[in-house]
């Protein structure tokens, strides 16, 4: 190059803008989680195969559950067998999301990228708050395209539509509690080692629940455990307000479905969201 | 308010990780507008130190201030004052050059429109110009390195950390970021530079600490260093290794230095004051003896033989440092 370099003066560099006040603090730290969020959405178009089999896999697996395994299926109180699995692999698709989770936190703190954020002044939470707006976000796109999906299949919504909001509703509060095992598992583990036993686990995860059969199938000390898997609960929750068969049992944990559906998360949030808070805070190594 | 003069100042420093202290009675003067190396091996606490002061870690023991911030307790302000390029910094991969600068620049709280205006002059300045819209991915090491400098840069900050920032780049690459290093300084940044090369201390670094163990064991300037270390060096590399203890006896009483011998690689290795008349007197003698020579060379001392210098001389051992520290 024959140009030669002029360096700009120091006087024309730029001056950041410096929160005053906890207001201006807490808007800054929604502004600096958009702006990390914002790094995931440009690579979703950037590498839009990526997200492209993300999405692609739950629909998979609703072939092979509906039309590979759903004909020796059947649902103890009677009721259609795709009408009973969409909730359980609507569900499924936000365990899905885990490894998802997983895989980004620790491809950051891998490459050096969770250093360079923690050594910016910018809100200590961004980063955080960042990951969970955008896998919120890309779960929210993997539902719409299940449920079309669903549809397709021969699948219904049958209550209100407030009631299917409801639904999706407590289908991503889900999401959201799994968001922040996942930003933990990430920083604790800080290898790719993790990624790989969380994307085995969601399977007995899935399986070990009433994702896919009624838990009065099982033996009963394994019901047991799948009734009390938080997963059971949004998915009882869910099939409920949708209005397709529930299948569920005489437990106290059954027939508190719904009440379990929001308590559930909420309890692995409170648990999960400072122990990430206080790792991020305190990485080393 | 009163900022120290220094631009990096630590006291008996110390950091451990479980019992193993990686760092401890660390003590470090850094005066502004000045590249000071930080010169040691792997495990040596040079990145330890790196990320205390960049206000990655806590540190157990000590006191530190950057840019007149103490590190523990005005971290945002420090943060504020700092670029960390390096081994552990580093950029997003999947973006493009300029769209991981705005990233940063936006996260520096600069606002968009500036963000933007910031990436494009550092592009510039980084000669990435024509580059910055392609993923970083596509990047050579060089360029990669480059970017993480620019990335450091958005700020202009007083004090920059650079952890390593050669390691695995080829000889060209090298010196893409050392004539980066070079315009920081002309701008009058501070650098605080770690690093494994002698040579690359030796180039750009006006002090340097010789860190090992996690505390400095040698302060000065590359001069002083060197002249406390001992010259160059001579290696003669014998085609048969049964002649090595009288080749040995022959070459310490040419160059009038004690010779380490390397059994394996049939290697006598000894400082020369001389150069070349010593390198002339040690061929010829083994000439006239008949030792078969297969190479020789005439060398700058390695790093573990400043070390090894360094840890026998006893004018700087562990204690004395320790007892100067608190």
């Known amino acids: 190059m024959s140009v030669t370099r002029t360096h700009p003066s120091t006087s024309e560099t730029p001056v950041p803008v410096r929160p005053r006040g906890p207001l201006s603090r807490a808007r800054w730290a929604v502004t600096d989680g958009w702006t990390v969020a914002g790094r995931d959405l440009v690579h979703w178009t950037r590498q839009p195969w990526e997200i492209g089999f993300g999405l692609l896999f739950p629909v998979l697996m609703v072939l092979m559950f509906v039309y590979l395994l759903g004909g020796s299926m059947s649902v103890p109180d009677g009721g259609d067998y795709t009408e009973y699995l969409m909730p359980g692999m609507f569900a499924m698709a936000m365990v899905f999301g885990l490894g998802e989770t997983v895989t980004a936190v620790t491809m950051d703190a891998a490459r050096g990228v969770t250093d360079r954020f923690r050594?910016?002044?910018?809100?200590?939470?961004?980063?955080?708050?960042?990951?969970?707006?955008?896998?919120?976000?890309?779960?929210?796109?993997?539902?719409?395209?299940?449920?079309?999906?669903?549809?397709?299949v021969g699948w219904r919504w049958h209550g209100t539509f407030t009631e299917a909001l409801a639904g999706f509703g407590l289908l991503l509060l889900l999401r959201f509690a799994l968001v922040w095992i996942g930003v933990y598992v990430g920083l604790l583990a800080r290898g790719q080692g993790a990624v790989s036993v969380i994307q085995t686990l969601e399977f007995p995860i899935g399986f070990l629940s009433n994702t896919f059969v009624a838990t009065a199938t099982m033996p009963l000390w394994l019901g047991t455990i799948a009734d009390w898997n938080p997963m059971s609960s949004t998915v009882a929750a869910v099939r409920g307000l949708f209005g397709n068969p529930v299948a569920g049992g005489d437990t106290w944990i059954t027939q508190n479905a719904p009440l379990m559906a929001v308590v559930w998360p909420?309890?692995?949030?409170?648990?999960?969201?400072?122990?990430?808070v206080h790792k991020y805070r305190n990485l080393s190594g | 308010m009163a900022p120290t003069r220094k631009a990096i100042s630590a006291r008996g420093l110390g950091r451990r990780f479980k019992d193993e202290w990686a760092l401890r009675g660390f003590d470090l003067e850094v005066e502004p507008g000045t590249v000071h190396g930080l010169l040691g091996p792997n495990g040596a606490g040079k990145s330890t130190a790196v990320r205390v002061l960049t206000t990655l870690l806590r540190h157990h023991e000590g006191t530190a201030e950057v840019a007149g911030y103490d590190?523990?307790?005005?971290?945002?302000?420090?943060?504020?004052?700092?670029?960390?390029?390096?081994?552990?910094?580093?950029?997003?991969?999947?973006?493009?050059?300029?769209?991981?600068?705005?990233?940063?620049?936006?996260?520096?709280?600069?606002?968009?429109?500036?963000?933007?205006?910031?990436?494009?002059?550092?592009?510039?300045?980084?000669g990435l110009s024509d580059s910055g819209d392609r993923p970083v991915g596509t990047y050579s090491g060089g360029m990669r390195r480059r970017l993480d400098l620019a990335a450091g840069m958005i700020l202009a900050p007083p004090v920059m950390f650079l952890d390593e920032p050669t390691v695995g780049l080829d000889p060209r690459g090298r010196e893409e970021v050392w004539s980066a290093v070079r315009d920081l300084v002309d701008d009058g940044t501070t650098v605080l530079l770690t690093t494994q090369y002698l040579e690359e201390a030796d180039r750009l670094a006006r002090t340097i600490s010789v860190i090992d163990t996690g505390r400095v064991i040698a302060e000065g300037t590359p001069t002083e260093l060197k002249t406390r270390i001992g010259g160059d060096r001579i290696d003669v590399v014998l085609t048969d290794g049964t002649a090595l203890d009288r080749a040995a006896a022959l070459v310490a009483e040419?160059?009038?230095?004690?010779?380490?011998?390397?059994?394996?690689?049939?290697?006598?290795?000894?400082?020369?004051?001389?150069r070349v008349a010593a390198l002339t007197r040690s061929v010829r003698v083994l000439d006239e003896e008949a030792v078969g020579v297969a190479d020789v060379l005439l060398r700058r001392?390695?790093?573990?033989?400043?070390?090894?210098?360094?840890?026998?001389?006893?004018?700087?051992?562990?204690?004395?440092?320790?007892?100067?520290?608190?």
């Open chain 2, 254 to 274: 040419a160059t009038g230095h004690p010779v380490d011998v390397d059994l394996e690689g049939r290697r006598l290795s000894a400082e020369v004051d001389d």
């Open chain 2, 301 to 326: 001392p390695t790093l573990d033989e400043v070390f090894l210098h360094l840890t026998d001389s006893g004018e700087h051992s562990p204690n004395t440092t320790t007892e100067v520290a608190r």
């Open chain 2, 71 to 126: 590190v523990a307790t005005q971290g945002s302000e420090v943060r504020y004052r700092i670029g960390l390029v390096g081994q552990n910094a580093a950029v997003d991969e999947i973006l493009s050059g300029r769209q991981n600068l705005r990233l940063f620049g936006c996260l520096y709280h600069l606002g968009g429109r500036a963000a933007a205006r910031r990436a494009d002059e550092l592009l510039e300045r980084f």
């Open chain 1, 119 to 152: 050594s910016l002044p910018m809100a200590s939470s961004a980063v955080v708050v960042g990951r969970c707006l955008a896998d919120m976000l890309r779960s929210t796109l993997a539902l719409t395209v299940l449920v079309g999906f669903g549809m397709l």
């Open chain 1, 266 to 276: 909420l309890l692995l949030v409170a648990v999960f969201a400072p122990l990430c």
